[in-house]
């Protein structure tokens, strides 16, 4: 199992570009999310999914969009990057039901110059 | 409006004694709580977990107590080792818009000195 991957690990990016990160679990878990992490502020929900073709809004989901049309995959969409998206992007997953625990990806370091 | 605080960023302890890590929250509707600790660029890694029905937690090394009158959990590590240095986070659990998320605290870097 490689549980929960991440692609790409780094990326730098102009104002203005769009890009797209991908999230893939083999875990078969029905829950992903999307996470950033910048310096003091700890982990930040921006977007979730409870399941196949359906996504949420979290804690900070401006300028971001999201698809989840494999179970197995969540994308995570920047349309027009602009430097306050310069962060370290997590994705995470679980199973539904009583269980808590999420397991996360390595990260994907993002720099918008 | 910080639900979860991990008020000390830092703390530093000697290799086999005993690590105290704090964590407060607000929300009285958070019904479970975890501690992750992450490694420099690694992703966060599941460490330990309770219910708001209990009051501790044991596994190993680790141990999470719950004080929910005070809306305070702490983790303790004993004995410390070197390799436990990283940073750890606080989460906590409840369900909002009819799915549950964590709310994680900001963290807090835990040092281990040999």
């Known amino acids: 199992n490689a549980g929960v991957t991440q692609t790409p690990k780094f990326r730098v990016l102009k104002t203005g570009q769009s890009m797209t990160l991908l999230c893939a679990q083999d875990?078969?878990?029905?829950?992903m999310y999307w996470y950033r992490q910048d310096p003091g502020m700890g982990l930040r929900l921006i977007h979730y999914?409870?399941?196949?073709?359906?996504?949420a809004k979290g804690e900070v989901p401006d300028g971001y969009n999201v698809s989840r049309l494999k179970k197995q995959n969540f994308l995570l969409g920047l349309e027009s990057a602009a430097p306050s998206q310069t962060s370290v992007y997590f994705c995470a997953s679980r199973l539904a039901g009583g269980v808590h625990e999420q397991y996360f990806g390595p990260g994907t370091r993002l720099t918008v110059t | 409006d910080q639900q979860v605080k991990q008020n000390s960023p830092s703390l530093s302890v000697q290799e086999g004694r005993i690590s105290i890590l704090n964590c407060d929250y607000t929300n009285s509707m958070f019904d479970y709580f975890l501690w992750y600790k992450k490694y420099p660029a690694e992703g966060p890694t599941f460490l330990i977990s309770i219910s708001s029905i209990k009051d501790k937690n044991e596994d190993g090394r680790f141990t999470v107590f719950l004080n929910k009158s005070a809306k305070h959990l702490s983790l303790h590590i004993v004995p410390s080792q070197p390799g436990d240095s990283a940073v750890y986070f606080c989460a906590a659990s409840a369900r909002q818009g009819g799915s549950e998320k964590l709310v994680f605290g900001k963290g807090m870097k835990l040092t281990v000195n040999p």
């Open positions: 999914s409870v399941g196949e073709g359906t996504t």
């Open positions: 875990m078969n878990h029905e829950y």
